[in-house]
């Protein structure tokens, strides 16, 4: 009788490098955009002090389905647990055999991580130099990874966040492995000077970022906003922009877009679409240097199954 | 650091035996009926032979969450495998924490039994002597093992199968075991002749109880219709019945009652309510001895939940 693997944390860590993320997070967007992933909207139960999610899809030509059950629990900091935690369940097409359980806080932080630097390197200036990060909570220090990787021309990061404590902290913790100065900034504006890509990843319900701090050419990777009424940009910021989500539906409902969106100040044709039609030609990403360019990343199941593939090719059981 | 548990199936076998987990799922239509359960509609994902679905749930008076992904893929008996198996992923509600994953194949067996027994104690006769079993598969040996319980006065069973073979195993292998005679029977006519109770598991899309075989006061429970275009009774009967759901909206969708709704046959109005409401005492359940009454199972979120909250509060983890 077959047997269905535990996967525990300690092992993702070491099978799923990030630079296999991106790659696995790419090849899903593609997939995706050609028409080859199924994945129903995300069903999400409310619980006292969060919510609980589950996330399936299925991606064929990886041979590969599952579902992400995944929480989001704002207040745990205050408890010792992460405020997202979850479980990958990996089920092989043919038979519905449930081939894998795997321990995905980790994964579900890289995979992230993962479309924030792959939109970057799709979407941004290529000789970009200067990032800057606002937030730096679990996100904000993976991006930081990620976009080390996605910018070969990276030479200078600011990084703010409303709790500067955590921004110190990913000082001390990444520079050294980095080899990067990392500036700790003491408000969002100077954080954003002069910047050439802008990482977003804060629970903010109102703009951070201003339309008269941001250059033209300039690029953001939005993370931070992945429910209604969330929002992380000016909306004229927006106006100025061509926008990418991850998802149409998901995107407009819950991501960057969501709040302008409603307020009449964006219109859905104002958007030019998902970042996976850039990625197989289907549209074109940054159209000149002077323009600005937005990702808005929702967080989609694909991407966790694409990473949870990963793992399970290395282990043998796909 | 907190660690999620892992169950494997040898140990839930050990852990739920069938008299709790009738217990359980009585519980669970109870919170149900009482307004205490939070509980979506089932996703369900498309795969080559088959299909998978995502069942989230919340039962707040448990102080458990949680979500069990399934598959059915009808014709793994050929590879050696389950048609259905299962995975649970059982969640603390106040900080979103996966406390355990638990090999969910057996259980999803036994809560499906454990909802059958648990209606046919609620409507059938009390005097009920002689059990009929449509359908010797998984669900036919589980129903017959569960219902057992549910009848102190059980003298007779007969069952059938369109694999003869499947009906001789269930005799052979629970006979002994239950002190009861098994009769294997040719057909279905000569299976339900005088029985008191007719649980019906099979896969079948057309009728294959029909009415002039049905004696007024009969209790069927049926099982075998869980997606849209399956059904086992003729309409007639149902015409005849009082009847209950496990869940209205699934209930009219996938249940015995899809298909007669679908042609007209059967009106919403025809259908007296959930089993929940009949054990809070909301709606009266049989109201004579005359009456033929059905109770139709899809099968919910809050059975897996209630069940794998047995086996963690055995564990200490709940």
New interface residues.
Partial sequence: M?Q?I?IREEQVKELLPLSEAIEAVENAFRDKAEGHA?M?PK??????????R?????LPKQKV?G?K?V???PN?RE?G?PT????L?M?E??????LA?I?ATYLTALRTAAAGALATRTLARPNSQKLAILGAGTQGRFQLLSHKLALPNLEQVSIWSLDEDLAWRVKRDLEPQLGIAIEVCPNPQSTVQDADVIVTTTPSRKPVVQNDWVSDGVHFTCIGADAPGKQELDPAILRRARIFLDDMAQGMESGEVNVPLNQGLLKPEDIAGELGEVLIGKKEGRTSDDEITVFSSTGLAIQDIACGAVILRKLGVL
Avoid: C, K, Q, W
Wanted: glycine fraction near 4%; proline fraction near 14%.
């Fill in positions: 077959r269905t535990y199924i129903p069903l999400i139960v409310p619980l006292p002090n969060g919510d609980f589950a996330m399936p899809a299925y389905a579902v059950v929480n989001s629990h745990n408890r647990l997202v935690m979850a479980i369940v089920i097409p043919e038979t519905g055999f449930p359980v321990e």
